[in-house]
């Protein structure tokens, strides 16, 4: 089936550094894909909806310019959180849907923790 | 935006059938409603996606009546690996398939 790869699986920084988070999808093309974040006992937050080619879709309530979102070809989509802050340190997930596919494949998640 | 409700969490032992309902009363004519499983610090998974009546893969079955505005989630003989979170995902937005997560089921499964 669909695989979603998504790198690192964990990461610390310091406050006021960037980190990039990359999610690829491996044995499919994906002209959508999805970031989600997830703080502890939570559900999974819906951040934006990346588009292959064109501006990512924020949800209300999310910095665009903190959470840029790259997603340059058909199987690669990156999150790069900037000048990240201990309340960005949270549980980073993507997912995509191929466009054959009726169902969404997850990456395997980012642990960000900024100190 | 189809959203959905779930029992926020249930217990259950080893061995026995566990069966998750999930309203989602929204529903529009061409979603399909799948079921995913996640554990802590993990991405969701993929358990079964249905669209009407019952679908059977090799982990679980899924009853959805005629109307389509709940489904049920049926675990058979669970362990204690099935200790998880479980979410039903409808996405719809007027077109616009967007995952969007409800709070999921807590599972505990107890010796």
């Known amino acids: 089936g669909a695989v979603v790869s998504q790198h690192p699986s964990w990461v610390i920084c310091k406050s006021g550094t960037s980190v990039k988070i990359e999610c690829r999808s491996l044995?499919?093309?994906?002209?959508?894909m999805f970031w989600y974040r997830q703080f502890p006992k939570q559900s999974l937050m819906l951040m934006a909806t990346s588009n292959e080619g064109s501006k990512a879709t924020y949800e209300q309530g999310v910095e665009k310019d903190k959470f840029l979102i790259n997603h340059a070809s058909l199987t690669l989509s990156t999150l790069t959180v900037t000048s990240a802050h201990p309340e960005d340190s949270s549980f980073y997930i993507c997912?995509?849907?191929?466009?054959?596919?009726?169902?969404?494949?997850f990456g395997s998640g980012t642990r960000l923790t900024v100190v | 935006l189809a959203k959905t409700t779930q029992p926020i969490s249930m217990d259950s032992y080893e061995g026995q059938e566990v069966n998750i309902t999930c309203s989602h009363n929204n529903i529009a004519t061409n979603d399909y409603i799948t079921w995913y499983q996640q554990f802590p610090s993990q991405g969701p998974r993929f358990i079964i996606q249905g669209y009407k009546t019952k679908v059977t893969n090799e982990v679980a079955s899924l009853f959805i009546p005629a109307d389509r505005k709940s489904s049920t989630l049926s675990l058979p003989r669970v362990s204690l690996s099935d200790t998880a979170v479980y979410y039903c995902l409808v996405p719809s937005s007027g077109g616009s398939y967007i995952p969007t997560f409800g709070r999921g089921t807590s599972l505990i499964v107890h010796p």
């Open positions: 997912s995509a849907r191929d466009t054959y596919g009726q169902y969404y494949t």
């Open positions: 044995d499919f093309q994906a002209t959508t």
